[in-house]
């Protein structure tokens, strides 16, 4: 094991590798650049291929590419150009394609504030393309050494869901420097709980297995296999229809694949002081919740009864989560307001649940406990001058 | 040992705000610490507003922010203006007049004048080096972080010019107190 001090970008890129990932392409964006130029001169020195895309459009059509010829493949970006990604992303979904994503999210919309954390793609991480008729996994880290764990986790994810996965992290986790151990063999990977799934070739002639029941075969696409992959509604064969019975048949798939397997998926989650049945619940993701924990810890040195939940695993949603009946407080870098409702949502409908957003910068420890003092003593959240709304 | 030991630098693009973070991070890695450094900029190489923020611990680190700095680096009077406020009594501000040239005489804390650029155009002909002098005077009041593990850290990270940089940084070592 080695330990270095480096970036959340340096991080995903050995996680990547360790993973099998040996084809990257990419457009360089702040805060992910650093990503594409370690892949740059990572990926050679293993034998792997890197591509500078024109755009990120094309960079994550590339990827499609590598990963149907074999390769487990990989790209990352930011935010505006998480978007680009919203036709290949429908591409990737729609033919089953394994592929990584790593999205550093920064301060938006559209190029908004290059070198500041935000969390604005909460939502567009389970609709990243247009169509529906598919679920998304996405998991969220909240620290350089956890982008490296979460990157290793979505390739196995990718590989058993024949899905793209995106691992959501944010300005801060991958422009950030922090002590990170890197495993040396498959032993302390093992300690470290990664696991990987090899990339399996099918050789069989078939799309899809000709079954009703919805299982995860292995990658049937590949070298020799006389892939075929379109746009198109498939038959099972591969081949183009525009026939209804087809298209439910192939969306059921996208659907259910995931929802009916989530055991897989193995929902991560750090909860702090949540046994005693706390009055007050955080809930965040990411680097907000760091600052949650310790503001939550504190609380708890002064007698409130708070707990923390932070999400891991962010979709497929973790509903069995939002079980207790308490007031819940949602912490995110937005200021729309976005995990809030799916909190909403999944809570049990007698819970109080509320919001407190920023955006550039991670929330005080003043700005915590002020909201917390005001929630336990059933008083409205107010910042900044303006009452905000109830959520 | 302080359970938790912060550190913000801050000033304007191109004077090594984040190579300064970068270099104690590695020397606090190499002694067994836990260690976290955000850094936040604009969009500009050279001239924008940086800021780094580093935590260094011998327990994980939670919360990876600078709240109430023990030490604050001041190499613009902007970032000086910004940040002065959230030093706590028992912290040190070390500035270089040469940006920071209107000093709050209002504060509790400690405000030590490091006149790194003077110093390196002095010595070295060029300003280059003021970066180095900074983290020499740092090291004289950072008890956390062994001088010459903070030295070969310097060293490792920045392998031009190893001669003048052992110069200034114990240049900036003996310029306070």
Known sequence: MKRFLETGNFAVTEGAILAGCRFFAGYPITPATEIAESMSRRLPQVGGIY??????????????????????AMTATSGPGYILYADPYGWAIGCETPLVILNSGRVGPVSGITGAPGQGEFYLTRYPTQGGNFETICLAPNSAQEAMAMTVEA?????????????????????????????GNEGEMKEMGFRIWPRQIHPGPLFYPATDEIDIPPVQLGHNTGALCSDWT???EGYDTEEVENHHRHAFRLIYKIRNHRDLISHRCQKSFLDDDPELIVVSFGTPSRVVNT???????????????????????????????????????????????????????????????TCGDLPTQADLEESFNKLLANQPLTRKGWTLEAW | MKER???????????GVVRLGQILGQAAVKQGLH???????????????????????????????????DYFIALSLAAYKRFRDTVPPSGVILYDPAFVDALDAGLACRQLAVPAKQLSVERFNRPILANTIILGALSR?????????????????????????RQAFQAGYDCVH
């Not at chain 1, 591509?51 to 487990?72: F, R, S, T």
């Not at chain 1, 390739?155 to 990170?180: H, N």
């Not at chain 2, 500009?44 to 935590?55: A, C, D, L, T």
């Not at chain 2, 001088?147 to 060293?155: D, H, R, T, V």
């Open chain 1, 51 to 72: 591509v500078q895309a024109e755009d990120e459009c094309a960079a994550m059509h590339l990827c499609i590419g590598g990963a149907l010829g074999g390769y487990k």
């Open chain 1, 155 to 183: 390739f196995y994810l990718s590989e058993r869901f024949r899905t793209p996965v995106t691992v959501l992290a944010d300005q801060l986790i991958t422009d950030g420097f922090e002590d990170i151990s890197v495993p």
């Open chain 1, 234 to 236: 498939p038959t099972e």
């Open chain 1, 295 to 357: 503001a939550v810890a504190k609380a708890r040195g002064r007698g409130q009864r708070i707990g923390s939940l932070r999400l891991i695993n962010l979709w497929p949603f973790p509903d069995e989560l939002f079980t207790r009946k308490a007031i819940y407080l949602v912490v995110e870098l937005n200021w729309d307001g976005q995990l809030v409702r799916e909190v909403q949502r999944a809570a049990p409908k007698d819970s109080a649940v509320h919001f407190l957003g």
């Open chain 2, 5 to 15: 030991v912060e550190l913000v630098a801050s000033g304007f693009g191109g004077q």
């Open chain 2, 35 to 69: 260690v976290t450094m955000l850094k936040s900029h604009g969009t500009e190489m050279r001239g924008g507003y940086v800021r780094s923020q580093v935590v260094m611990s011998p327990k994980l680190i939670d919360s990876p922010i600078c709240e109430s700095p």
């Open chain 2, 141 to 165: 009041h950072l008890a956390l972080l062994d001088k010459e593990l903070l030295l070969e850290s310097l060293l490792a990270i920045i392998p031009k010019f190893q001669a003048e940089n």
